[in-house]
């Protein structure tokens, strides 16, 4: 479910679950199946670049987690935990780490992980 999108013409947002005027998620027949990825409800979907990117574009964490994608490990800037920032799923970004802000379930954040 993209977020924030240009205007298109006669209104319609330019991607997203309201991109097209046939109905709620259909993908805009004139993009390229490969750059298209549906999220976890078959109502939504994002720009096929947007998985794996650590950050929740479907809004449920289907385009960062399985069942739905498999993604490689955090990258070095990132730090493997169980967020409680509902903008990401997995990983957080290392500049969060040690910032006396608890931005994993288990505070490994402020404890564990090594900073940025």
Not at 8 to 25: F, L, Q, R, V
Not at 60 to 83: A, I, M, N, R, Y
Request: hydrophobic share 25%; glycine share 10%; with cysteine.
């Amino acid at each position: 479910m993209n977020k924030v999108f240009p205007q298109g013409e006669n209104d319609y947002t330019a991607a997203g679950p309201k991109a097209h005027p046939g109905g709620e998620g259909d993908v805009p027949q004139s993009l390229p199946r490969f750059l298209v990825a549906h999220c976890g409800d078959p109502a939504s979907w994002i720009y096929s670049d947007q998985k794996c990117d650590g950050t929740n574009n479907c809004g449920d964490c289907s385009d960062e987690l399985s069942p739905v994608t498999v993604c490689p490990p955090c990258g070095p800037g990132w730090w493997h935990c169980p967020s409680t920032f509902f903008k990401y799923c997995d990983c957080i970004p290392r500049r969060l780490c040690r910032d006396h802000v608890q931005h994993c379930s288990d505070w490994s954040d402020e404890y564990a992980c090594p900073g940025p």
